[in-house]
């Protein structure tokens, strides 16, 4: 069972386009935490949202977290190719255990 | 700049083989998580530690893996005998258990042959 999907799974845009990623699941989130990964690395934790319909921003990446806190969606403004990476979505459980979706690749062609 | 580091960044063995994983977390984090992401199935939690404890390891294969936080800085992933499948990279996290923030290190790449 896959606890979180996130889509699209691929993507491949021109800098300077805006997109936006999703993540969803049937059940209902205590927390959520976006995560980058670039290639060769770990996961950076960009932003963690606990409150339905909270949104957070972080320069040109906007997170929203979903009224129900069933979804989440990452939107990019004027994606850069610094942006180029695995994007994770990750749901905080128990003893504060984590559980990620398999990501949306984010190709950003200059 | 606090960073959690692993060793071997890469690793190439043959089957049946056996591989050791190290991993250092932040100093002061007493929570340590261990996970291996495939293309096929993604980021998988393997075991994870509070305060050098194992509070669950439901997500490793018992029969060849192991996982031990000797001290507080250091934690180890073993894999006795290797299989081809174990093809992955193994991510060390780090944090702190007042919250969900996990601090991953570079990983290891491990083929085996």
């Known amino acids: 069972t896959q606890l979180l999907k996130q889509s699209p799974q691929f993507l491949s845009i021109q800098e300077g386009e805006n997109l936006t990623v999703y993540c969803n699941s049937s059940s209902v989130f205590s927390s959520l935490q976006w995560y980058r990964q670039e290639p060769g690395e770990g996961p950076v934790l960009l932003v963690t949202v606990v409150t339905g319909g909270e949104v957070k921003k972080l320069k040109r990446l906007t997170f929203q977290f979903g009224d129900a806190r069933k979804d989440s969606s990452l939107h990019i403004t004027a994606a850069q190719p610094g942006d180029t990476g695995l994007y994770l979505c990750a749901r905080g459980g128990s003893n504060y255990k984590l559980t990620f979706g398999k990501g949306t690749l984010l190709t950003v062609n200059p | 700049d606090a960073r959690v580091t692993q060793t071997p960044r890469h690793k190439v063995t043959e089957m049946g083989q056996e591989v050791t994983m190290r991993c250092q977390p932040i100093l002061g984090h007493n929570t340590v998580f261990w996970y291996r992401q495939t293309m096929m199935q993604g980021l998988e939690l393997l075991a994870y530690f509070r305060n050098r404890a194992p509070l669950d390891d439901s997500g490793m294969p018992k029969d060849r893996f192991s996982a031990e936080m000797p001290d507080a800085t250091l934690a180890t992933l073993k894999i006795q005998p290797s299989e081809p499948r174990d093809s992955a990279v193994y991510f060390c996290?780090?944090?702190?258990?007042?919250?969900?923030?996990?601090?991953f290190g570079p990983g290891t790449r491990l083929t085996v042959l």
């Open positions: 996290a780090s944090g702190l258990v007042s919250g969900f923030a996990q601090y």
